[in-house]
């Protein structure tokens, strides 16, 4: 790993420099300078919180210190889950730009997980594809998986094992910030390996470089990918569910949703059984897929529980 000469933050003592969060764990870290340079960061008082991907302005510290984290830019999007403390949403991750969710032939892929996904990745702004992953044990249900290729989300059948697609998604995430979500067991990891070479190396230097060894597993890291961009990888959180912000904001995260939607009689229309309602008539006619349907309505019910128990 790359690290700044002991003495060059010395130099800028006083100025604020701009560095991207590429490992975060509590209230220290490591940023990522654009000249390469790593530097170990730490965050002082308690109104700051810092995740992987944000870009932040620092001062330096006396010379062998890490540097101080002062503010943080203002986020393009967060990445949230739902933390087991009280069902409060979690950011995990900022700017990201790609949402890969992997699946594949075992564990028993999950659609409705799939869409919720695919669902928080639109709310977000990112660009979501579909990674179909132990595609040399088994193919893509390419039935099931072609009305993704219809709305937006590009199917990547890959292998961690023999690298098969591994450059055609790589080559999707292009200089983004990319994340892959998914079961547990899909191979998430063996992926981050296989685009990201080197990676579960630079986990076990980045809790050297921290000094916080016994929180290797937690630490969320940024992993460089070559030739530009990068991979979160949050360990322990890996397998979240991803946190919805509201129940009227949910059609928004079905594309085709929010396109027949524009053709309701109400504008505030929750498209589950008000009268005319075209997403409904779509759904009759064949032209919204019945189960992705069935996932908005699911997801509609989740979120209403979870907003009557708040
Ligand atoms: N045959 C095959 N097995 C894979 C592939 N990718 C991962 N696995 C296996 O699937 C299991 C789960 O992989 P892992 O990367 O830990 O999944 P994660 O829980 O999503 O991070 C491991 O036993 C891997 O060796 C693949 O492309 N082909
Ligand atoms: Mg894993
Ligand atoms: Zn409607």
Same mark, same amino acid.
């Given at each position: 790993? /790359? ?9 800028? /003592? ?11 764990? #509590? ?15 730490? @965050?002082?008082? $308690?109104?700051? $919180? ?21 503010? %943080? ?6 990445? +949230?889950?739902?933390?087991? &403390? ?36 639109? =709310?977000?702004? !990112? ?6 992953? /132990? ?9 099931? =998986? ?16 023999? #690298? ?23 191979? /998430? ?16 230097? @980045? ?5 916080? #060894? ?35 904001? @949910?059609?928004?995260?079905? @594309? ?6 524009? +053709? ?8 589950? &059984? ?10 009759? !006619?064949?032209? %919204? ?7 908005? &309505? ?10 009557? &128990?708040?």
């Amino acid at each position: 790993m /790359k690290r700044a000469p002991a003495g060059a933050a010395d130099s800028s /003592k006083g100025a604020e420099a701009a560095a991207l969060v590429v490992a975060a764990h #509590g209230r220290r870290g490591i940023l990522a300078r654009t000249d390469g340079a790593r530097l170990p960061y730490m @965050i002082r008082g $308690r109104h700051l $919180r810092v995740v992987c991907g944000d870009r932040v302005h620092f001062t330096a510290a006396g010379s062998g210190e890490p540097v101080v984290v002062e503010r %943080i830019e203002a986020r393009e999007n967060e990445l +949230q889950r739902l933390s087991g &403390r009280g069902g409060q949403p979690e950011t995990i991750a900022a700017n990201v730009t790609h949402l890969v969710v992997v699946m594949a032939a075992l564990p028993l892929p999950d659609l409705y997980l799939t869409d919720r996904y695919l669902c928080a990745a639109r =709310l977000m702004g !990112a660009a979501s594809a579909l990674a179909w992953n /132990k595609s040399d044990v088994a193919g893509p249900p390419l039935a099931e =998986l072609a009305l993704y290729e219809t709305l937006a989300c590009p199917v990547f059948p890959v292998s961690a094992v023999t #690298g098969d697609g591994i450059a055609a998604l790589r080559a999707w995430i292009g200089s983004g910030t990319g994340i892959l979500v998914g079961q547990s067991g899909v191979g /998430k990891s063996s992926l981050l390996n296989a685009l990201a070479p080197g990676a579960d190396v630079l986990t076990g230097e @980045i809790s050297l470089a921290s000094d916080e #060894g016994r929180h290797t597993t937690t630490a969320s890291v940024l992993h460089p990918l070559p030739g530009g961009g990068g991979l979160v990888d949050t360990p322990g959180v890996r397998d979240f569910a991803p946190a919805i912000p509201e129940r009227t904001a @949910i059609s928004s995260g079905f @594309i085709e949703i929010e396109e027949y939607g524009r +053709q309701c009689r109400f504008t505030d229309c929750s498209h589950l &059984r008000e009268d005319h309602c075209a997403v409904q008539e779509a759904v009759a !006619a064949g032209q %919204i897929d019945p189960r992705r349907y069935e996932s908005y &309505r699911r997801l509609m019910n989740l979120v209403r529980q979870a907003e009557g &128990r708040s």
